[in-house]
């Protein structure tokens, strides 16, 4: 089984800045793409920012020039910093991993249990 532990969320005025960051663990083979998900009250989750496997990165274009999204091969662990931020990105930020189990298995996507952010004005 695998887990996801995000931390790093809080409240920040507009202008701040916070850093995420994401920890599998469990039973894992390999680690392909992360991603950073957020769902904003009475809105869809949508797509932050997610990077491959080969640290390749994309980002969602409300995001692009103050959102970094990097993964430390070493720890596991996917982090988002998130600078210049806005009321707008405030919603419940979520760490998404696909994780192959075994040599064997089938790549499986797993999801956090979200972080607030909260940016005031």
């Known amino acids: 089984q695998v887990q996801l532990v995000e931390s790093g969320g809080g409240l920040v005025q507009a202008g701040g800045s916070l850093n995420l960051s994401c920890a599998p663990s469990?039973?894992?083979?390999?680690?392909?793409?992360l991603g950073w998900y957020r769902q904003a009250p009475g809105k869809q989750r949508e797509l932050v920012a997610i990077?491959?496997?080969?640290?390749?990165?994309n980002y969602a274009d409300s995001v692009k020039g103050r959102f970094t999204i990097s993964r430390d091969y070493a720890k596991n662990t996917v982090y988002l910093q998130m600078n210049s931020l806005k009321p707008e990105d405030t919603a419940v930020y979520y760490c998404?991993?696909?994780?192959?189990?075994?040599?064997?298995?089938?790549?499986?996507?797993?999801w956090g249990r979200g972080t607030q952010v909260t940016v005031s004005s």
């Open positions: 990077i491959s496997s080969g640290g390749s990165p």
């Open positions: 469990g039973t894992i083979f390999r680690i392909n793409a």
């Open positions: 998404n991993a696909n994780i192959k189990s075994r040599l064997t298995a089938p790549q499986s996507t797993y």
